[in-house]
């Protein structure tokens, strides 16, 4: 059975938001619902994995006093 593409995280962003348009629009099935309501946390999940590791491989970058430009790991409070 062949690999399911991962989805980039506009992608999956997206593809969320369009299911809850769908579903605030109000005319889905019940089975529809479900099935909507499973993937759409699927991909939140997904975008929010997505938002974490971007989160752990961030750097910023710091103006010194001397005009340089420093790099340094990026803090994230509750870390």
Do not use: H, W
Request: net charge negative; hydrophobic share 35%; charged share 30%.
């Amino acid at each position: 059975m062949p690999r399911k593409k991962e989805l980039s995280f506009e992608e999956s962003l997206a593809k969320l938001e369009q299911i809850v348009a769908q579903m605030e629009a109000g005319d889905s099935s019940l089975q529809e619902l479900m099935a909507n309501y499973t993937e759409g946390v699927q991909l939140g999940s997904s975008c929010m994995a997505a938002l974490d590791r971007a989160e752990k491989t961030m750097d910023l970058l710091v103006s010194e006093s001397n005009g340089k430009i420093q790099e340094q790991e990026l803090q994230i409070e509750g870390e």
